[in-house]
């Protein structure tokens, strides 16, 4: 049997063999101060050893982690932008509706042009690339190749959306930018459409125009992008979500170059819908060219400012038959690139062209306002049918103050028109009978301020009517809190004797003039002016929506009073301030104002003129009006008499 003996040496332990016995003892080391030092060593070396193992763990751990976040929390946006980089979505853009007259004739259509457009986020970040494209681009299109970096230039170049580069280049440049597509990344040739106005200068405040969006547009809807069109004036604009259609888009697979590898999805645009007017395009342009004729005659005595307006209604339901306002301009210079050197002289024109003076245009409306006084006085009992008043040309007013020195509130006619009743001071434009009825004299009241406000706010005056047009005006009805408030004085006898015939403070559109007219031709009723008539689809010209006639008020007076002021508005015509037109075949019912105003510290007049015909069934409304044209019955009157008969021998169905 062998024996241990074990000997403890340190915490190290020694075995010796003696005989058959092997012997353990503690024992002095065996080894040296050599052998202690590599002890040490190994000691230190097993702690970095530990150290390593947990530094690699904690790594093994984070990339774990990481990983779940890549696959797990982050897997689907990005495999959206891997998927984003593999497929290209285009817009389809809509063609804009087409817009007709109410025979069909053509107004506005789309003319295509070409586009070029640049991705900042895709063009070449490497400097020689990005001249190497730019020398390209300057090869192909012709333009300074300082000029395209300018334009690049402003661009954000992390942005994924197309700027537009170049507008309306030639086709030819067009079909080699896209055949060269592999050394211009970033950029492309595309198909995009312009309006084309036709007639343009007739029908250019009616239409308006559209122009390229701008950044305003963009922040105020995502409709848009940079190289889109949307409606900024007129019919463009007030009915630019019915012209501009949906567009439509394409999904397709590209490869590294961008070049398509298959379409993935297509959805097609729907194009814009089309309106049809209520506006007769003869008409219109029958009606401009007697405006014009007229001017051109004024303009060569020296009178006129070259500027007029008019307004044709059908009494019947509101809707507008024309509607002209001069001097006007061509909207294609604001659309077609080639045309916008001309924009400035249209923009510094101080004959304003922009102006659409018949739905914007305040003026004071003269006698035109007569009828309206004449319902008011009647409904008020002032005055009947059968009341006759003196005019001797004044209204002599006493002072109190300076009895020597009277107020005189004279009439057109300075000798006076002798007795009139409300008919023939209607037909013959009284204003000492107006003055009377409005703010007293002798032994009749007089209505004063207060009603007769009332009753032009029947009218509807001081009100915008609501044409589908963008820009009008409200005009103005004075009142004697207004007075005070603005100037610190109270309201005078004066003021109302002035605005009782259509002068001093009270202002309003040609449109408001034609729309009270209509009330007399349609014997008590309002109607909101509607130049849209239909919708039809863009896709096959089916009627998609017919506007019907919208009712502002109806009854408006008392239908014997209506017919009293009518009969003074034709009595105009048959022996009155518009008895020029008594030889026209068809009967006509009228008004004709002259309204006094100062430019320039001198004193000029307005003349105006509106009507209704046939008297007995009116089918008509026609109002015009000439800024500084002088006596109503002497330059407006002679434009409605050649418009009413062209239109009697000429209108259609």
Same mark, same amino acid.
């Given at each position: ?28 080391p065996?080894?040296?101060k ?8 190994e ?13 690699i ?32 979505e ?69 942005s994924?959306r ?7 280049i ?78 439509g ?5 590209? &490869?590294? +170059?961008? %070049?398509?590898? @298959? $379409? =993935? #999805?297509? *959805? ?7 309106? /049809? ?32 307006a ?14 002209v ?12 690139? &080639?045309g +916008?050197? %001309?924009?400035? @002289? $249209? =923009? #510094?024109? *101080?004959?304003?062209?922009l102006?659409?003076?018949? /739905? ?114 409200d ?109 026209l ?69």
């Amino acid at each position: 049997m062998t024996i241990f003996k074990i000997q403890k040496i340190s915490k190290y332990w020694v075995g010796r063999k003696a005989g058959n016995e092997m012997e353990f003892e503690e024992s002095a080391p065996f080894w040296g101060k050599e052998n202690k030092e590599s002890v040490r060593n190994e000691e230190k070396i097993n702690q970095r050893a530990s150290i390593a193992a947990l530094v690699i763990a904690a790594l093994i751990l984070i990339l774990i982690l990481q990983s779940f976040k890549l696959q797990i929390i982050d897997g689907d946006k990005f495999a959206a932008l891997a998927e984003n980089n593999r497929v290209k979505e285009t817009i389809i853009d809509a063609d804009r509706g087409v817009i007709y007259d109410r025979n069909g004739i053509v107004l506005v259509k789309n003319k295509p042009i070409f586009d070029l457009t640049a991705v900042p986020s895709d063009l070449p970040k490497d400097h020689d690339k990005f001249e190497e494209l730019i020398k390209t681009l300057s090869s192909i299109t012709g333009k300074d190749a300082p000029g395209l970096k300018d334009i690049i230039g402003k661009f954000n170049r992390s942005s994924a959306r197309a700027e537009l580069l170049l507008e309306n280049i030639d086709a030819f440049v067009a079909i080699s930018v896209n055949a060269e597509k592999d050394k211009l990344p970033g950029i492309e040739a595309k198909t995009n459409a312009i309006r084309d106005y036709q007639n343009a200068e007739y029908f250019s405040h009616i239409i308006g125009y559209t122009g390229r969006v701008d950044r305003g547009d963009l922040e105020n809807n995502d409709y848009y992008k940079l190289t889109d069109f949307t409606g900024k004036d007129g019919l463009e604009l007030f009915y630019e979500k019915t012209l501009r259609g949906k567009r439509g888009y394409e999904k397709t697979e590209v &490869d590294s +170059r961008g %070049k398509i590898v @298959s $379409i =993935l #999805n297509k *959805t097609e645009a729907d194009p814009g819908q089309s309106l /049809i007017l209520s506006t007769d395009a003869n008409l219109q342009k029958k009606i401009q060219d007697a405006l014009n004729e007229e001017l051109k005659k004024l303009y060569r005595s020296g009178a006129g400012k070259k500027a007029a307006a008019a307004v044709a209604l059908d009494p019947r339901n509101g809707k507008v038959l024309a509607l002209v306002s001069l001097p006007s301009y061509d909207n294609n210079q604001f659309v077609d690139p &080639d045309g +916008r050197s %001309k924009l400035k @002289s $249209i =923009l #510094n024109d *101080t004959s304003h062209p922009l102006l659409n003076r018949a /739905i914007s245009g305040r003026y004071p409306p003269g006698s035109t306002i007569k009828p309206v006084m004449a319902i008011a006085a009647l409904s008020e009992g002032i005055v009947d049918k059968n009341t006759i008043i003196e005019d001797r040309g004044v209204i002599s007013i006493p002072n109190r103050y300076y009895p020597e020195n009277p107020s005189l509130y004279r009439g057109w006619n300075r000798a006076g028109l002798g007795p009139v009743n409300i008919i023939s001071a209607i037909a013959r434009s009284s204003d000492i009978f107006f003055y009377t009825v409005g703010g007293g004299f002798g032994k009749i009241i007089g209505l004063g301020v207060d009603k007769i406000t009332q009753y032009f706010k029947k009218f509807n005056l001081g009100k915008k009517l609501g044409i589908d047009l963008p820009g009008e005006n409200d005009g103005f009805v004075p009142s004697s809190e207004w007075k005070l408030a603005k100037y610190g004085e109270g309201w005078n006898l004066g003021n109302t004797y002035h605005i009782s015939i259509g002068q001093g403070y009270l202002l309003v559109t040609p449109l408001q003039v034609a729309s009270w007219t209509s009330v007399f031709a349609n014997k008590g009723t309002i109607y909101a002016p509607q130049l849209v008539d239909k919708i039809i689809s863009g896709c096959d010209n089916k009627q998609v929506y017919e506007f019907s006639p919208r009712v502002i008020s109806s009854n408006i007076a008392d239908i014997k009073y209506l017919e009293t002021a009518r009969e003074g508005m034709r009595e105009a015509v048959l022996t009155g301030s518009a008895r020029q037109l008594n030889d026209l075949k068809v009967e006509v019912a009228g008004k004709t104002g002259t309204a006094e105003f100062v430019s320039n510290g001198i004193n000029q007049t307005h003349s105006w003129f509106t009507s209704f015909a046939p008297y007995g069934n009116p089918e008509i409304v026609l109002t015009v009006l000439i800024e500084g044209g002088g006596e109503g019955a002497e330059t407006a009157v002679p434009v409605a008499k050649e418009v009413l008969k062209w239109y009697f021998e000429n209108k259609q169905p």
